[in-house]
């Protein structure tokens, strides 16, 4: 947008780019964040350990907290399935029913992985989108 600057309204004029370029950049975050969210989402579905599938299939995600400064998603296992997630990434011990331990089961490590991932996605996306601004 054109504006007309003299020496009476530049301050105004300012503050006005400066608004609009705040407003843009809340927005192309917003968008990153609320993509990165869903194709984690889509990752975890992928590589999570399948048994019969519904732990793999309870993956999803949701808006925690949006607003014009702050946006997040929440990327999360489904009830009753997000008891297993600590279990599954760190492993456990095995319990043979007499209140004995009989063993480890090896961790299956999938969630860091993709939250890492995540984390180094939505930063490569915010950067290029603010530099498109």
Known sequence: MAYKVT???FGNV???LLKEYGDDVNKVTADAVRTVA???AK?????AP???GAYAKSWSYKPEKVSGVLT???VYSKKPYYRLTHLLEDGHKIANGA???GGRVAARPHIAKAEQKAIEELEQRIR???QRI
């Open 72 to 74: 997040e998603y929440v």
């Open 128 to 130: 290029e989108e603010i």
């Open 7 to 9: 020496a009476n309204n």
């Open 99 to 101: 209140g004995e331990y």
């Open 14 to 16: 300012l503050m006005q």
């Open 43 to 47: 990752e975890l579905k992928a590589t």
């Open 38 to 40: 869903k194709e984690t």
């Open 50 to 52: 399948v048994n019969k």
